[in-house]
């Protein structure tokens, strides 16, 4: 089901009176905006201190996030996050959803904090193939009761847009998260320190990153970082660099139409050779194969996360 102009229209106008706090187990949400736009052109670069979900609906365009360029096609559900320069293009015009929010914090319980705080440091919250997915089936029966003359049972609707955010959520800490290394992350969580040198590593991933460069960033000495790294991760500072260059690539791979050089510049890389070597090495399968698998469902976009969990093992210290 594609929403019509006037059921966009409609459901934007009901939404943005009724359904702007959404409040129940297992988190409350304060909501910016919903919105529903037939023949989306686009927009300037752009960004804010909200989540903002988006799903295509119809159509086709290009998402810059970043100075990265993705592909969007029906189906494809994508969120930006706080802090993030993006804009969408699209020559002929898409039916674009979204919805922009914020979690309460003192409403919410501690997991599903922690699971929206994740969700804010992947570098990708993208979702090519989200059509049949539970948040996009719950948003499309919002737009259609939202959109009736007299909208029955208001309550049900202002349920079911809380239910939508709770599984977009959770569709993309599922869907986004990296490896297993991050999962192991997530239930035991980082060290202050710690965080924040992951957080310095994944925005200068393109660069040299030398130890010291790193604990200069975050005020601590080189020897406290590597004690860190080895008592809460079991990893040596060079093999934790490699894993969060490793794990950008496949996204990059996975999800862009970017070069193999661009890719290597992008996360790190000296060199196009030293990015394939180390990338099939590690993963036991070069990048383009990787790529072809991918766009071709032979190694289907949910299973990545497990795919990329090889990473972890190469990398720990022996």
């Known amino acids: 089901m594609i929403p019509t102009p006037l059921t966009c ?6 939404l943005n009176q009724h359904a702007t706090r959404l409040a129940a187990p297992p988190a409350s949400f304060l909501v910016h905006y919903w919105g529903g736009k037939p023949r989306h ?7 804010h201190s909200f ?13 810059i996030n970043n100075g990265i360029t993705y592909p969007l096609k029906r189906g494809t559900l994508y969120c930006s996050k706080p ?9 002929d015009g898409m039916l674009l959803l979204f919805v922009a929010f914020d979690i309460l914090h003192g409403e919410s319980a501690p997991d ?5 705080e994740t969700i804010t440091k992947y570098h990708h919250l993208f979702i090519p193939d989200a ?14 009761q939202a959109s009736e003359v007299k909208a029955p049972y208001p309550e049900v609707i202002s349920q079911l847009a809380h239910s939508m955010l709770i599984t977009a959520l959770s569709l993309f800490a599922e ?22 040198a992951k957080d310095y590593i994944q925005t200068h991933l393109s660069g040299k990153l030398a130890i010291k460069d790193v604990a200069d960033a975050i005020h601590v000495s080189e020897r406290q970082l590597s004690r860190l790294l080895s008592t809460e991760l079991q990893q040596t500072f060079p093999a934790w660099v490699r894993t969060e260059r490793l794990k950008r690539a496949s996204y990059l791979l996975a999800y862009t139409d970017m070069s193999m050089e661009d890719i290597a510049r992008e996360t790190g890389f000296e060199t196009v050779h030293y990015f394939h070597r180390v990338f099939t090495d590690t993963l036991h399968s070069t990048p383009g194969k990787f ?16 795919f990329m969990g090889t990473l972890v093992k190469p990398h720990q210290k022996t």
């Open 9 to 14: 229209q409609k459901s934007n106008l009901y």
């Open 41 to 47: 052109l686009g927009n300037d670069m752009h960004s």
């Open 51 to 63: 989540l903002e979900i988006c799903y295509v609906a119809d159509g086709e365009g290009i998402y």
């Open 83 to 91: 802090g993030s320069q993006h804009q969408i293009q699209s020559d």
């Open 112 to 116: 599903i904090v922690r699971m929206f």
């Open 131 to 144: 059509e049949e997915t539970a948040p996009v089936l719950i948003w499309k029966s919002i737009l259609i």
């Open 175 to 196: 869907r986004s998260s990296y490896s297993s290394l991050d999962a192991a992350e997530d239930q035991v969580p980082l060290s202050g320190s710690l965080q924040k």
């Open 291 to 306: 790529r072809k698998s991918i766009a071709s469902k032979e190694l289907d976009t949910k299973l990545i996360n497990d």
